[in-house]
């Protein structure tokens, strides 16, 4: 149903790019969102999008630093990341939450792709 790509090593300062392709079914009614886990921390919310793109929101500790965007053309949802920290550093997930699910909250979000590993060191 999801699909992440485009993690990497990268280096403090750094852009990044995450890709997560998305089912017909899920793009065209769910929410979309980003959340990640570092290692021995919880998984954290990151960034969500609705269906139509018209609501976005950031955690404040990558709000002016990552942009979250989707193509519903293309099955695609995106995070832009720029100016990466080492403490970005973690697995990154794609979810995706039904129509009344509160989009900051991992247990409300239904279906999930399988993670991409991002690095931020020097």
């Known amino acids: 149903q999801l699909q992440a790509s485009g993690g990497g090593l990268v280096q403090p300062g750094d852009s990044l790019k995450l890709s997560c392709a998305a089912s017909?079914?899920?793009?065209?009614?769910?929410?979309l969102g980003w959340f990640r886990q570092a290692p021995g921390k919880e998984r954290e919310f990151v960034a969500t999008?609705?269906?139509?793109?018209?609501?976005?929101k950031y955690a404040l500790s990558v709000k002016g630093r990552f942009t979250i965007s989707r193509d519903n053309a293309r099955y695609m949802v995106y995070l832009q990341m720029n100016s990466m920290r080492p403490e970005d550093t973690a697995v990154y997930y794609c979810?995706?939450?039904?129509?009344?699910?509160?989009?900051?909250?991992?247990?409300?979000?239904?279906?999930w792709g399988q993670g991409t590993l991002v690095t931020v060191s020097s």
């Open positions: 999008i609705s269906p139509s793109g018209a609501v976005i």
């Open positions: 017909v079914r899920i793009l065209s009614r769910y929410g």
């Open positions: 979810a995706a939450v039904p129509p009344g699910g509160v989009e900051t909250k991992s247990e409300t979000y239904e279906y």
